[in-house]
């Protein structure tokens, strides 16, 4: 799909992958940036959503779905979750579509993925919208400890995998407290979900401090993400230095 601001951006989906902390790949999430053609500019998807139409969401999603059942045989092959991001305009296009809701909940290790942003709001049509997401699918949270919602909310909900908040985490590494305040969380939170991410896992020192922590898994700037070709590369490349 093309997208036109100031010039044209392409958009292209990328596997970021989870880790676990001898180094195998758990998993991936399909993350979506935009390129300029050149390759010089890239955004996250979050900074050009608010910017698509309806049709350019429904497209976008289009692609990622067509992702999906390219890499499906090799997701269940090698027992990989996958965790498809969604926000309001996605989750709506997907909830609107009952063959592509019976699709999705027919991959197995699927989860969407939801940040605190979307619960955050306190709007009935949102509360609504998430409540249809979680009767149909599992749910993962993008980034507890954000900020943007009290921690009771956490335990109200049904997530069944959770990944802290990159930020939370860095704050957390600057700190001595560092691996009580991560066993209090893995204590508390590890109790109500069935895997716990550890994000911003940017660098060798942060892994070493983490990696003996019993995180279902980590991500960070360690591992970047691939292109969907080079998922064997994931699998089986040198899994803690690209």
Not at 123 to 137: G, K
Not at 223 to 232: A, D, H
């Amino acid at each position: 799909m093309v997208v036109t601001l100031e010039c044209a951006y392409y958009s292209q989906c990328l596997f970021q992958p989870f880790r676990r902390s001898d180094g195998s790949l758990y998993g991936v999430e399909l993350v979506t940036r935009f390129v300029t053609e050149d390759g010089v500019v890239q955004m996250p998807e979050s900074l050009v959503s608010t910017r698509l139409s309806p049709l350019q969401h429904s497209q976008l999603l289009e692609e990622k779905v067509t992702l999906l059942r390219s890499f499906q045989a090799a997701f269940l092959k090698h027992n990989l979750v996958i965790w498809l991001p969604v926000e309001q305009n996605s989750a709506r296009c997907i909830l609107s579509d009952e063959s592509l809701v019976r699709y999705l909940t027919n991959i197995p290790g699927l989860h969407l993925g939801i940040t605190e942003q979307f619960l955050a709001s306190g709007d009935h049509y949102l509360t609504n919208l998430f409540s249809s997401l979680e009767r149909h699918f599992l749910l993962a949270l993008l980034n507890y400890g954000a900020g943007h919602i009290s921690g009771q909310l956490i335990f109200q909900r049904q997530f069944n995998a959770i990944m802290l908040d990159k930020q939370f985490v860095q704050s957390c590494l600057k700190k001595t407290s560092f691996r009580s305040v991560m066993y209090a969380i893995l204590n508390q939170v590890g109790a109500v979900c069935h895997a716990l991410v550890i994000n911003g896992i940017d660098d060798e020192k942060s892994f070493t401090r983490t990696r003996l922590l019993p995180f279902t898994a980590m991500q960070g700037a360690l591992w970047p993400p691939e292109i969907p070709e080079n998922l064997m590369l994931l699998l089986y490349g040198n899994p803690l230095y690209p």
